[in-house]
């Protein structure tokens, strides 16, 4: 069974599943918003001084830690490269099947090798 009750806030009223009032979804979610709000403007200064504390004492780890990972995406990215350049030349000149033909598209754009083909 649904209730409607008046909202405890603004007085809308708000369906329940419950026998007794609530909050409508706005005045609920405007709490939220406030408490979010006031919690970080509390707390801020705070917050802002530990992610300082913990940078300057882990500065070089983390730094360590950054440079690993642009090593990392760098060397992936040179290994990706290797790789297509490799199976490219491979697709070229490789004899595939009898009386077919390369797939490697032209680099011109104009034109396929294939003229009548759509």
């Excluded at 360590?64 to 297509?84: F, G, H």
């Amino acid at each position: 069974m649904t209730y409607r009750l008046p909202c405890t806030d603004c007085g809308a009223p708000t369906p329940t599943k419950r026998p007794k009032p609530r909050r409508c979804d706005p005045c609920a979610k405007a709490e939220a918003l406030d408490y979010s709000r006031w919690h970080y403007r509390t707390f801020r200064d705070e917050m802002l001084e530990y992610h300082r504390n913990h940078y300057r004492k882990n500065r070089k780890r983390i730094l360590a830690k950054r440079a690993a990972r642009r090593a990392v995406e760098v060397q992936s990215a040179v290994n990706n490269e290797t790789a297509r350049r490799r199976s490219s030349a491979a697709t070229a000149t490789s004899p595939g099947r009898l009386g077919r033909r390369s797939t490697a598209r032209s680099t011109s754009g104009a034109h396929d090798e294939r003229p009548n083909h759509r």
